[in-house]
């Protein structure tokens, strides 16, 4: 059984569950539930975004985006002594730090650039969205080279 949610409708509210044939032959009508299993508005964004998402050439541009992005990072940020690595698939950007991230996602959010933490919160994770453009991507980029000076006054 997998549950799915905001993605699937360009972050509108929707939920799905997939499940095997042995567990859908187990579920009869109305034995689950959705808050959010979809209107009929959110089901059409829905099947938009799985027509976008389906399409070859898109999911390809998602990928040269994400190294792209990756080749810039090391380019700006890979020299810093606090940048242990740069990874990702496609778009999902993770930068390890040998120190806690939230400083620096502090200092981003504050020069108006939205990034996350994850891992054991020394990692910045950058999930910018898939139509995003090279240009965004390089200001992104900038202001977190920016932004890294908030890192030397980390524990």
């Known amino acids: ?3 799915l949610a905001k993605p ?3 972050g509108l509210p929707i939920g799905a569950t997939l499940v095997t044939e042995r567990v859908a032959s187990a579920i009869a009508h109305g034995d689950h539930g959705s808050t959010f299993a979809g209107s009929p ?4 964004a829905a099947i938009s975004v799985f027509n976008k998402i389906a399409n070859p050439s898109f999911l390809s541009s998602v990928s040269k985006k994400g190294d792209y992005m990756k080749e810039l990072l090391n380019q700006k940020l890979g020299g810093n002594p606090h940048v242990k690595e740069i990874r ?3 778009l999902m950007i993770g930068i390890e730090l040998d120190v806690t991230a939230s400083r620096l996602v502090d200092a981003c959010r504050n020069s108006g650039l939205l990034v996350l933490t994850a891992g054991k919160g020394n990692v910045v994770r950058l999930v910018p969205p898939l139509i ?3 240009e965004e991507l390089k200001h992104a980029a900038e202001i977190l080279h920016e932004c890294l000076p ?5 524990n």
């Open 1 to 3: 059984m997998m549950t």
């Open 8 to 10: 699937l409708a360009g």
């Open 41 to 44: 508005f959110v089901c059409s």
């Open 88 to 90: 990702g698939w496609g």
């Open 132 to 134: 995003i453009s090279e």
């Open 150 to 154: 908030a890192l030397d006054n980390s």
